[in-house]
T-cell receptor
Framework: AQKITQTQPGMFVQEKEAVTLDCTYDTSDQSYGLFWYKQPSSGEMIFLIYQGSYDEQNATEGRYSLNFQKARKSANLVISASQLGDSAMYFCAMRLNTGGFKTIFGAGTRLFVKA | DTEVTQTPKHLVMGMTNKKSLKCEQHMGHRAMYWYKQKAKKPPELMFV???????INESVPSRFSPECPNSSLLNLHLHALQPEDSALYLCASSQGTQATLYGYTFGSGTRLTVV
């Protein structure tokens, strides 16, 4: 069965420090995409970063990087130099080619950045 | 224009009312989605439209009726809803349906309260 697991319901980080949000996934498909989305309290889901299953290099977008360990089926999000505006809910998600148009979301991690 | 626009932002409706949610994008995306999100939960897929045709209905009750009048517009018609249908309704679009390539662009959502 296809599944995304985020084991950290909540995380605290000091402003300007780095933080890692964990994500593991389960699929028997060889071709899939992994995504991270940010959801502030306003409700909008913001796409942050994407990693393809065949990509050999870890994805990077500004302060966001994805630590992709295929053998472990993990896709952790690393946020460097945390800012107060990073406080939000973060969802890890997976899309499968065989699944067509579906995206499976994890339960989410609430990140709190402390000043 | 890199946005998905949802209207209204807030909606309160009685159980006998008929209302519609509207979603619009002008990015040339050919896949559009409706998601339902309860508080502190991940989004749950409701419907997928691909090239203006309904491709996935996740066993959604018939009191929710989607419509895609053209490639830029997606509606969700609501009728005889129940209080448990109160949630954040998110619209999303993606460039295509090839799963591993395209992240979603989400709208800011409609917060629906059924009284």
């Amino acid at each position: 069965a296809q599944k995304i697991t985020q084991t950290q319901p909540g995380m605290f980080v000091q402003e300007k420090e780095a933080v890692t949000l964990d994500c593991t996934y389960d699929t028997s498909d060889q071709s899939y995409g992994l995504f991270w989305y940010k959801q502030p309290s306003s409700g909008e889901m913001i796409f942050l970063i994407y990693q393809g299953s065949y990509d050999e290099q870890n994805a990077t977008e500004g302060r966001y990087s994805l630590n992709f360990q295929k053998a472990r089926k993990s896709a952790n999000l690393v946020i460097s130099a945390s800012q107060l505006g990073d406080s939000a809910m973060y969802f890890c998600a997976m899309r499968l080619n065989t699944g067509g148009f579906k995206t499976i979301f994890g339960a989410g991690t609430r990140l709190f950045v402390k000043a | 224009d890199t946005e998905v626009t949802q209207t209204p932002k807030h909606l309160v409706m009685g159980m006998t009312n008929k209302k519609s949610l509207k979603c619009e994008q002008h990015m040339g995306h050919r896949a559009m989605y409706w998601y339902k999100q309860k508080a502190k939960k991940p989004p749950e897929l409701m419907f997928v439209y691909s090239y203006e045709k309904l491709s996935i209905n996740e066993s959604v009750p018939s009191r929710f009726s989607p419509e895609c009048p053209n490639s830029s517009l997606l509606n969700l018609h609501l009728h005889a809803l129940q209080p448990e249908d109160s949630a954040l309704y998110l619209c999303a679009s993606s460039q295509g349906t090839q799963a591993t390539l395209y992240g979603y662009t989400f709208g800011s959502g409609t917060r629906l309260t059924v009284v």
